[in-house]
């Protein structure tokens, strides 16, 4: 008979218990106010994650994929472009290049980080390529000290797709500071997670904002209503989600390094055979996953879903190799192909105690890994 407590592979329900009466501040402000779009919680966020980020403007919007999609499109990239993407991402990446009617160009990832990789992005650079998405994976920035430099002698945009990097660091910069714009996303299980969905912007540039901001709502102009400047889309984070995000920031960096501690906990712990990704010595990750490579995954699942242990794969099918975008697969990609086969994210909550930490890797010393 099992008798060991499950370990969630995310515990959102924890994390949500544990602000529970702040998240019921929020509704019942929200429901006195009656504002549940545009409501004056919306405003406060987008100032409060705009100075966050070390960024100037924030633009609030329905979720990751549309943040990247509206930056694409404000920035004038569509039909006859190419985006320069890694293989290794969720496919969000790839579907707003798609949806702005331009081409994802798909490049390698570097075998330590899994992160893009710089190498690659300037062979991939063309007379085409109008911008390039520098993907912040599993909570680490990518290289950004070579990355910038790349695209500012190329003429290209950098942006950042940061949905798994809420308050990562290289060097002294954030994860929003960067490129011309960043699109983050308030899935649930990111590391700064809306009861929903929801996504933002963040730029320094002024007037992109306000492009992205026109856009998002329909079109209207501001203070215009009835007033359609371009055909534009809904797009909106809703307020209840703002406020619930306003809540949550204010514990974000608490929450983030403790996940530090228990990755390092991972590090001293993990077995041979279950080998954590590198860290790039400038960057300082939040560890949105507990990213290791294994000899034998098949065999460390096993180990784990009969401990009741969760677990996830981030990615099993590289972009490249998934149906939708075959097209654009311009040859392979060893790197992140191979990686796919070994790669396993292990729990990873704020709420995570290191007693289970400690549990999950004896379970998986005793997989026989070899």
Avoid at 245 to 260: F, S, V
Avoid at 308 to 334: E, K, M, N, S, T
Wanted: charged share 20%.
């Amino acid at each position: 008979m099992l008798t060991s407590m499950p370990i969630p592979f995310l515990d959102v329900r924890g994390l949500a218990d544990s602000l529970r009466a702040e998240l019921d501040g929020c509704w019942q402000a929200v429901l006195t106010h009656g504002r549940f779009i545009g409501g004056p919680e919306t405003e406060a966020f987008e100032l409060r994650f705009a100075e966050f980020c070390d960024s100037a403007h924030c633009v609030g919007v329905a979720n990751g994929t549309d943040a990247l999609e509206l930056v694409l499109v404000a920035l004038g990239i569509g039909p006859g472009d190419e985006v320069i993407v890694p293989a290794n991402t969720f496919v969000a990446t790839a579907e707003a290049v798609c949806a702005a009617g331009a081409r994802p160009r798909f490049v390698d990832v570097r075998p330590d980080t899994l992160e893009i990789d710089p190498d690659a992005v300037a062979a991939a650079v063309g007379p085409r390529t109008a911008a390039l998405m520098a993907v912040h994976m599993f909570g680490q920035m990518t290289d950004v000290d070579r990355l910038a430099p790349l695209a500012q002698r190329h003429g290209i945009a950098l942006i950042e797709d940061a949905a798994q990097a809420h308050g990562a660091r290289f060097g002294s910069r954030r994860a929003g500071s960067v490129g011309i714009a960043a699109g983050f996303s308030f899935y649930p299980g990111k590391n700064l997670g809306a009861l929903g969905d929801g996504g933002a912007v963040v730029t320094h540039d002024a007037a992109l904002a306000d492009r992205i901001r026109v856009a998002a709502n329909h079109g209207r102009v501001a203070g215009g209503h009835h007033v359609h400047k371009v055909r534009g889309r809904n797009s909106r984070l809703d307020t209840l989600q703002a406020a619930v995000l306003t809540a949550k920031l204010a514990h974000l960096d608490r929450d983030n390094e403790r996940r530090r501690v228990l990755m390092d906990r991972y590090r001293q712990r993990l077995p041979d055979g279950c080998t954590p990704l590198a860290q790039h010595p400038r960057a300082e990750s939040v560890h949105h996953l507990a990213m290791v490579q294994v000899t034998d995954r098949a065999a460390a699942v096993a180990a784990l879903d009969a401990e009741r242990i969760g677990w996830g794969v981030h990615y099993p099918v590289p972009c490249h190799q998934q149906p939708a975008f075959a097209d654009f697969a311009d040859g392979p990609l060893p790197v992140a192909e191979r990686a796919a086969d070994t790669i396993l994210s292990l729990p990873m909550s704020p709420t995570l105690s290191i007693d289970q930490v400690d549990r999950v890797c004896d379970v998986l010393a005793r997989a026989g890994l070899p």
